[in-house]
Structures are given as C-alpha cells and as structure tokens.
C-alpha cells in the first residue's frame, strides 16, 4: 500500500501537460504525462493510476471519454478528471451523470487554475486510494486461508502450516520457536487436533510460571506426604494427558535439575512421581515452545545440550514475528473485530483506510497478542461503527513507524519514472534538504540539481 498517489496526465499540448505535473509535483504525487490517448491507454494497461487528468479532446482517434472508459474498465477505484473548454461544459457534466455506466469524478475548465486542480486532485486520489485498499483488503481476506484457528495470508505462514500438517501425522517430538505473542500455544493445539491423538487430553505447563520447587510435582505428579502441603496423592499432567498431548511452554524457562529429568522421560517413556520410587509408563507426545534462543543458553550452560539437540532434532517450526509478515495484518483485524463483535454485542464494520494503515506499519513487539488487545480495546471504546485513528491508542496514533507491506509495485514504469519516484521519496524523507538528499542517492549535489530541473521536481 503506497503512500504516494500515481497520476497520469493526458494533455497533447506538451507545454501544458509539463506545467500540470510540475504543479502536482510538489505535493504528494508521481505524475506521468502522456500525448495522446493511445498512448494514455497503453499506460493504464501497465500500471492502473489512481488518478487520471485528462482533456476532453484530444488529437487523433481516441478522445478523453475513451480514456475514461479504459480507466475504468482496468481500474474502477481510478478516478478520472476531465479538462474542458469553455462552452464544452455540457459534454463533462454527463460523463459526471451517476446514470453514466464510465463515471468521471470531476472536471476543469479551461484556462485551468491550478489552485483548484490540486485541491479536485487532492480529493480524487484520496477517494481512489481508499476504494483501493478497501479491495486490497477485500482480496486478501477473499484469499486467506484458516487452519485449526490459525488464520492468515501469507507465504511465510502458509509454508509453516503445510510443515505443521505433516508434522501433525507423524510421533515427533515438536520444538515451536517464536517471539512472544505470535501463536506458539495455538501451533501447539493445531499439531494435536490433526494428529492422530486428536480426542485425546491436551495439557499445558508454562515452565515459566510455575516455581522451580513445583515443576516436577506439576509434571510427574507427588504422592502424599512426599513434601510439606502434600495432603494427598495427586496426578501429575503427563499422567493426566495419556494418551494425548503435553505442551511445555517457555521450555528454555525449566530449570536445570527438570530438563535431565525430562530428557529421560522423553528417551524412555517413564515418570517418577515426586516421593516414591516406583517407575510408571505413559503414552504422551511432547510439543515444547521457546521465545529464548535455546542454542545460545546451551553456550552459555542455562540449557543441556543432550535435551536441545533432542528436542530440536526431531521437528521444529518457526513462527515468524507480525512484523515480517505484515500482509496478514489485515485479515487478522478483521477477525478480531468479529471476535469483538460476537463477545461484546458489537455490531463494528472495519475500519477507515488511515487505521489499517498506521496498524500496518506499527512494528508490533507484542505480535499478534498485542494486536488482538489493541482492536479489542479500540472496539470496546469506539463510538463510530467504523474505527477511525482516534480510537487507536495514543501509542499508534504518534508512532513514527513507516515500515511497508513490501516494495511499491513499479511494474509498467518506466526507467525515468521509477527514478523520478525514488528521488521524490527521499527528497520528502530528508524534509527537502537536497544535500542530504544527494548523499543519500549516491550521487553528487550538481547531477540531483540536475535531474530535478529536468524531472520538473524544483
């Protein structure tokens, strides 16, 4: 989703088509401009614009209402300007007409006022960006796909799942890597609901959160007496998972003394209950998670290496952090709006362009946990059925993150015009200074000069 507005201009008297796109130029658009309406369609075809000036009559066979009309068959978010002349006003009030199967967004009047142009054109690429992301988004959810509650639209989350369905099918032991907040305990449940233990118990340990005295008794259970506060005998989660599935979570969390326990139970299968000396034997798969990066505690000796290299050598899956899979942000927006919707009576339908795409941009060291809290809130205190940038936590409302979905698409521009682009990306992010600017592009202060005198950017 870029930020910058692509305007095609389409003006066969040269000199007036330069003195437009150097006027637009100094705002926040890339402009094209074109001589005829052939070439004008030929441009539309590459790279749909989102805004297209053209005028109504134009030299050769293909006049600005054919123009029109391609436009909107490519593109129909593309919003279209037609210039006139004086007395002509009839002809671009019915190509305005909402009956019009090909609807222009506005016209000017010749001799144009650029005040005017900029600000019609100002509206018209807000509108297009706007009908644009809507369909963006519209695709991406037509596209997403959901497995096991995991939802999601991309590559990266689409080569894991097809990892995790195999893994699934098969009696490995699964290390699940990840950030914080990005699913790990929701991986753990997908592997045991498609395996063939599905049906069975699924217990979880959170070896972080639970005292270093009590993991093994959490683990392998006590009988009575084997400590102060042991009133009774009492199973521990692998006992009570037979047959099924256990999940360690924050593995790299256990202490030392449990993981050479573990080891063993994961070698041989048996369990000592805290207090007694009688070996048991249960059938449980092992699914461990880790936000730690367990290869440097085992340098470091906060880790066994025999454990590692047993955990990690069967199956692992990486789950990637939100921020390098940012396509999904949107599709997970709009499920936690629904989720919203349904635990709190809401009745929500999304939100405004502008919020999705300062969500898109946050960096989300929280992840997908973060998110889920952030549009939980914002619709718990929303008081439109739309959530605009002021429901945003004042957080997201000044962050300063501009981190893109993936590059702009430049397919269709030509040399000249992906370099003229670039260079008006960077002028903007050095706020115009041009020696910056210069050093920033690799080249030196007379050639940008130059290149701006000649792309019409000074």
């Not at 002809?91 to 000017?108: C, F, G």
């Not at 963006?136 to 509650?149: K, R, T």
């Not at 195999?166 to 990840?178: F, Y």
């Not at 946050?362 to 946990?369: E, F, K, T």
Request: aromatic share 6%.
């Amino acid at each position: 989703m870029s930020d910058t507005a692509f305007v095609l201009i389409v003006e066969d008297e040269v000199p007036h088509g330069l003195a437009i796109a150097e006027a637009l130029s100094r705002g926040e658009y890339a402009c094209n401009v074109v001589t005829s309406g052939v070439e004008a369609i030929e441009s539309i075809e590459r790279r749909p614009p989102d805004v297209v000036i053209t005028d109504y009559k134009l030299g050769g066979n293909v006049n600005g209402m054919d123009v029109l009309k391609r436009a909107k068959d490519v593109a129909p978010e593309t919003e279209v300007i037609l210039i006139t002349a004086y007395g002509s006003e009839q002809l671009a009030r019915e190509a305005l007409s909402h009956d019009s199967q090909h609807r222009a967004y506005d016209y000017l009047i010749k001799p144009i006022d650029i005040d005017l142009l900029r600000d019609k054109v100002q509206r018209a690429a807000k509108q297009a960006m706007a009908a644009r992301d809507r369909r963006v988004l519209h695709e991406q959810i037509e596209g997403a796909f959901e497995f096991s509650g995991i939802i999601g639209a991309s590559e990266t989350i689409q080569r894991e799942i097809k990892r995790l369905k195999k893994i699934a099918r098969s009696k490995s032991t699964v290390l699940i890597v990840g950030e914080t907040g990005t699913g790990k305990e929701l991986f753990a449940e997908a592997i045991h609901k498609n395996s063939p233990r599905a049906g069975k118990p699924f217990k979880v340990l959170n070896c972080a959160a639970v005292s270093e005295t009590l993991v093994e008794s959490e683990l392998f259970g006590h009988v009575k007496g084997s400590f102060t506060g042991a009133v009774g005998d009492r199973k521990g989660l692998i006992e009570a998972a037979d047959g099924g599935t256990v999940f360690l979570d924050e593995i790299g969390d256990m202490p030392l003394a449990m993981q050479a326990k573990l080891l063993r139970t994961l070698d041989t299968g048996e369990i000592l209950r805290v207090g007694t000396n009688d070996v048991e034997y249960f059938d449980v798969r092992f699914v461990a998670a880790t936000n730690h990066d367990l290869a440097e505690l085992v340098r470091t000796g906060a880790f066994r290496e025999d454990l590692f290299y047993r955990l990690h050598g069967q199956a692992a899956l990486r789950l990637p952090p939100l921020r390098e899979r940012r396509e999904d942000i949107p599709v997970l927006v709009q499920r936690f709006i629904a989720l919203a919707n349904s635990e709190n009576g809401l009745a929500l339908e999304g939100t405004s362009p502008e919020v999705l795409r300062k969500l898109t941009n946050h960096n989300w060291p929280g992840n997908v946990r973060e998110l889920r809290n952030v549009i939980s809130r914002m619709c718990l205190e929303a008081e439109e059925d739309v959530l605009q940038v002021s429901d945003l936590p004042e957080t997201l409302r000044a962050s300063t993150d501009i981190v893109r979905i993936g590059p702009p698409n430049l397919a269709g521009m030509t040399m000249a015009d992906v370099e003229k682009l670039h260079i008006m990306n960077t002028l903007r992010m050095f706020g115009g200074n041009r020696e910056r600017t210069a050093k920033a592009l690799g080249i030196g202060a007379r050639t940008l000069y130059r290149k701006l005198r000649d792309y019409g950017l000074k």
